[in-house]
């Protein structure tokens, strides 16, 4: 629902062009036809001026509510992550009481060892998106494997980062996924050079799959979905986004700049 400025101009846009319309006969019965023509001019520029502040506090509210809603979940997966280790203390405590009651047991150990949580990487906001994405892909029976460094203070805002990483692992999934479970593999790096955020993800395809860069291609057979996406993420930040596919694997190339030195 629209509320504060956005509403306001939607107004004054509306009024401009029933202005505009409602006033156009009575100019030009009593008005001469060049006067006429210039004040409606100057309406048809008003209300396009009006339609432009519409549009862009638009953008703006739209800009606010998905970072509000990344946030969000962003917050659950910290508290999957809080809960899981947790857990992880709780399993750990449990395999010390086994081996100390049973200290043969200890060569069984490596078979029945719980799914532990594993810190991946220094930053909070990936190491949620990491935790969340690999039991994902555990679960599809999707092979991962994460080399990230990224610092606890990286400078983009975590709405940011939060799409980045989980459109490039949503959409590696999706396609690891048309694959044979052999197949089936997705890796991510990501790192800081100098003040540039550099992310590689690569995965594996179906013989029958293609990607077109910059473009979203969700009805195309083996990748493709988010990557609109992922270009505006790259371009709003002054970077870009590169694909390549051969030999059964695709990969995705992501570069965002910083404002400032990393």
Known sequence: MLKGRPLIYMILF???EALMVGASPFLFRSWSYEQAQVAI????????????LLMKSLMAMIRRDA???????????????LAAMVQTGQEIE??????????????DLEEDLPDLYVSRCDNPVADAI????????KEQNIRSHFQVSLP????????????????????????ALQCPPERRFVSLEAGLRRNCLVCICENSVSDNAAITPGLSSKNRPGHGHGLQILEDLCTQQ????????????CRFTATLWFEEEA
């Open 238 to 249: 002054g970077g870009q986004l590169k694909g390549v596919m051969e030999n059964g694997r």
């Open 67 to 81: 970072s509000a809603q990344a946030l969000e979940t962003l917050k659950d997966m910290e508290l999957e992550q």
């Open 94 to 107: 449990a395999i010390r009481s086994r081996i100390r009651q049973h200290p043969s047991v200890i060569q």
């Open 152 to 175: 606890a203070d990286l400078p983009l805002d975590s709405a940011i980062l939060l799409s980045l990483l989980t459109n490039l692992l949503d959409n590696a999934i999706l396609a």
């Open 41 to 52: 001019l100057g309406l048809f520029a008003i209300s396009a001026f009006l339609c432009l």
């Open 130 to 137: 990491l935790f969340r994405k690999s039991r994902e892909m």
């Open 14 to 16: 509306f009024v401009s």
